[in-house]
């Protein structure tokens, strides 16, 4: 008891006023706490501080995210194994072993696939260094000294297929867990109940993800459209050619934006101004069109997915959602 560890510290939702830190710019692309922003005030922004000799078991990140970690000051010992190592460090029962140090490693009978292990990746950090964790890799971490750090769990387009597959496999263990109870009344539901208990999340939610990163996205690149045809010459605008979109989805992209403005609060005006006039780069509109089809990507996989379209009218809003985005794509590409 001598050696408590202070983890998961939700530092930036309790003191949302006090600026202590900027998000590095290689991370940023973070739909993880896009998404958890809008679901009262939770997030996966951590602090992390804990005394020399404390330490963090053997583990992957939620959902199968990319994670950072920044130490302010203090030293860690990482230690990752590559996706699909962790198989040989569970015991026969198929439980991931505690710490990845232990002595029980070493009886076969209990973890017979440990002397198959090939790969084991050692990093010291340093006070002011940050990891990154690719999404998937399991790790161990060891505080050398007394260590504060700054911890981040994110997704992205480039990583919500492994997100969404890791939902969809622990689905599968729940039908497995509780296979003799599959003729009772509500069975998929109960499936889903216990999916969100264990994973953190269930397909309804996922679906919800989705939606909010997809049409944040539609929105930005609506605000694109219009702000591109108020630039073009009247003729052009009007004649509603190849390259700008037709007068009758001008006039409707800007009939939205102004419900958008009619609706905000008086502080977020400039904000909203700023966001309606000011054109995206070129960089800004492929990073959004990237963003929707893996959004559009993994809502073809929801679709072709019987568990999923079982659920209430999360098919119609999936099928749905994929057109809007289509309809956004085609308008800018």
């Known amino acids: 008891m001598d050696n408590l560890y202070l983890k998961d510290w939700h530092f930036t ?44 078991p053997f583990h992957a990140d939620v959902f199968r995210s990319f994670s950072w970690s920044a130490n302010i000051c203090g030293r860690k010992k990482w230690i990752f194994y590559p996706p699909g190592e962790e198989e040989n460090l569970c015991n026969k029962y198929g439980h991931l072993v505690y710490d990845v140090d232990s002595a029980e490693l070493l009886d076969e009978n209990l973890y ?68 003799d109870c599959k003729g009772m009344d509500g069975w998929d539901q109960q499936c889903q109940l216990i999916l969100k208990a264990s994973c953190g999340i269930d397909y309804g939610e996922f679906l919800q993800f989705m939606e909010v990163i997809a049409t944040n996205r539609i929105r930005l690149l609506q605000d694109h459209l219009v702000n591109k045809s108020r630039n073009l010459p009247t003729e052009q605008r009007q004649s509603g050619s190849d390259e700008t979109p037709s007068v009758d989805n001008i ?41 929707l089809y893996s959004v559009k990507n993994v809502l073809c996989d929801m679709i072709q997915t019987p568990e999923f379209t079982s659920l209430n009218d999360c098919e119609n809003k999936a099928n749905e959602l994929t057109v809007k985005i289509e309809k956004i794509i085609n308008s800018i590409i």
């Open 13 to 56: 939702r309790d003191f949302p006023d006090y600026t202590a830190y900027e998000t590095p710019c290689g991370f940023s692309s973070d739909w993880l706490n896009e998404f958890w922003d809008t679901k009262d005030d939770d997030d996966y922004r951590f602090v992390y501080m804990g005394p020399k000799g404390s330490w963090t």
């Open 112 to 179: 017979p696939n440990y002397k198959k292990v090939r790969s084991r990746i050692e990093v010291i950090q340093e006070a002011g260094e940050i990891i990154y964790v690719p999404s998937g890799w399991h790790h161990q971490v060891f505080n050398l000294e007394d260590t504060i750090s700054i911890n981040h769990n994110w997704m992205n387009g480039c990583n919500v297929d492994i997100c969404w597959q890791y939902v969809k496999d622990n689905l599968s263990q729940v039908q497995q867990e509780i296979e």
């Open 251 to 291: 006039k409707c992209l800007a009939d939205e934006k102004q419900a958008d403005v009619s609706g905000a609060c008086d502080s977020n005006t400039s904000v909203l101004n700023e966001r309606l006039y000011s054109p995206m780069t070129e960089g800004q509109i492929n990073h959004c069109v990237f963003d």
